[in-house]
């Protein structure tokens, strides 16, 4: 049986059976077949060894006593060939210290002749969701030092469900190397930094990354920096000088604010994503440049820009293929704390100083809405270390005006007709009140709300179920 990925997880995997009985192989294949498991068979450890090495057995499920080879001898081969190959123990002896063997060289389950086949499936079964997991925190921890590996220029911190499905995002769109990608969300959010991570992740160290702003170039010279330019092409062309995508061949270019491209620039970048070749201003020869990664960029909304006749509909669905949104810091308020003393340890490292958040500062960033998304958060973070009188970081060394905040959310509160705290200390009681305010004044913005009491989100959803505040 062929394995793709259109199978079921059990047939993805092949079960090799190991063992010198035939009449036990045969039968615990048929009826593990018949459970949708795909299976293989070996008389000796010998040949299970063999086919383990050309790839037949993912899991393995072999006999102790074996002429030759034993089991146990087995279970310590494979897993020095492949850790993440799991064996199961078969032994027809009771003797314990052959199990307790077994397990000490990497054995996961074990079990006692005669075989029992439905207890066999049942461990299977477990095998598998262990190997699974298994792979998957491997995975996971070799993406995490990938991204550590980069400069904290360009690096995404935090554990916020939206910077998870984020990175999860990146990480589909870097397996395939070749994809162009669209990068949308607001000033600041980190564009550069998703494009500078897919790049790391999906080419190799010396592979070039080359970014251009298109909204940051005169529409005349846009051409010529996306394209090169041959000598002579125009007045003050003086010498050949090759563009944004021949420097990035192999590699990654990210072209930022794309909306702003002009419609010739747009008609000849449509070619480079159609035939991934390109011709230098004034020149004749076609320059291939295949195996190069695309990324665009905007700030914008591109459907309303095709609506309005200032991108082209064709380039528009091209540069579609893999789009990732890129949410504002707003949406990300757990990512918030993390960030800042992220940036400010980095200040600290650079400066050989050591500043800190009060924690009057910490609540205000939490309250801030940080309309420049991260790369404001960063600015304000460096502003702080400048401003600070001591080591401890203030609101106001932030640029936050927290009094300014706190009188407009009183009078705001004052104007609805309600009061933050009731007029005992009753603590459950002024809790509900100080909930329900926030809400009233953030009605449409739960997230707002739940920054303003310095908790997170599902905290909030938390204390509205609790005070019946829906």
Not at 25 to 52: F, N, Q
Not at 136 to 153: G, I, M, P, S
Not at 326 to 342: E, G, H, V
Not at 438 to 447: D, E, G, R, T
């Amino acid at each position: 049986m062929k394995k793709t990925d259109q199978l079921t997880p059990r047939a993805r995997l092949t079960v090799l059976i190991v063992d010198d009985d035939y009449a036990v192989r045969d039968s615990l294949s048929g009826y593990l077949e018949s459970t949708g498991w795909h299976t293989a068979m070996a008389e000796t450890a010998e040949k299970g060894l063999e086919l383990v090495k050309s790839g037949e057995g993912d899991i393995v499920i072999t006999d102790v006593r074996m002429p030759g080879m034993n089991g146990i001898e087995l279970t310590s081969k494979i897993k020095e060939f492949d850790p993440d190959i799991e064996v199961l123990i078969a032994t027809g002896h009771s003797d314990e210290s052959l199990v307790i063997d077994a397990l000490k060289v990497g054995a996961f389950d074990y079990f006692r002749k005669p075989i029992n086949a439905k207890e066999v499936a049942v461990s299977l079964e477990r095998t598998r969701r262990f190997r699974e997991l298994k792979l998957e925190n491997k995975r996971l921890k070799a993406l995490v030092e990938r991204y550590t590996k980069v400069d904290d220029r360009h690096s995404f911190i935090g554990q916020s469900p939206a910077t998870q499905a984020l990175m999860s995002q990146i990480e589909k769109v870097a397996a395939s190397p070749n994809t162009t990608v669209l990068l949308t969300g607001e000033s600041g959010v980190g564009k550069e930094v998703a494009a500078r991570l897919i790049h790391k992740i999906s080419r190799p160290p010396s592979a070039p990354f080359i970014a251009v702003n298109c909204g940051g170039i005169a529409e005349t010279l846009l051409e010529a920096e996306l394209f090169g330019r041959e000598k002579g092409a125009y007045t003050g062309a003086d010498k050949m000088v090759p563009g944004v995508f021949e420097l990035g061949a192999g590699g990654t270019v990210l072209l930022d604010e794309i909306s702003e491209m002009s419609s010739q620039a747009q008609s000849r970048f449509l070619r480079v994503l159609e035939d991934s070749c390109i011709r230098r201003l004034g020149g004749t020869k076609e320059l291939v440049i295949d195996n190069t990664r695309i990324i665009a960029a905007t700030n914008r909304d591109l459907k309303k820009r095709v609506a309005d006749g200032k991108f082209r509909e064709d380039l528009y669905f091209r540069v579609m293929v893999a789009p990732i949104h890129i949410p504002p810091l707003r949406k990300r308020t757990t990512d918030i704390l993390p960030l800042a003393k992220y940036f400010l340890d980095i200040v600290n490292k650079r400066n050989e100083i050591g500043f800190y958040f009060s924690k009057q500062a910490e609540v205000a960033l939490m309250q801030y809405d940080f309309p420049g998304n991260t790369r404001e958060l960063r600015n304000m973070v460096e502003r702080g270390t400048v401003f600070a009188a001591t080591s401890e970081i203030n609101p106001p060394d932030l640029g936050i005006d927290t009094v300014a905040t706190d009188s407009a959310q009183a009078t705001s509160a004052s104007s609805t007709g309600q009061s933050v705290l009731s007029d005992n200390l009753d603590l459950a009681a002024n809790e509900g009140n100080l909930v329900r305010t926030a809400i009233s004044l953030n009605p449409s913005n739960h997230s707002a709300a739940a920054r303003a009491l310095g908790i997170t989100t599902q905290a909030l959803y938390r204390k509205i179920e609790k005070f019946q505040l829906k």
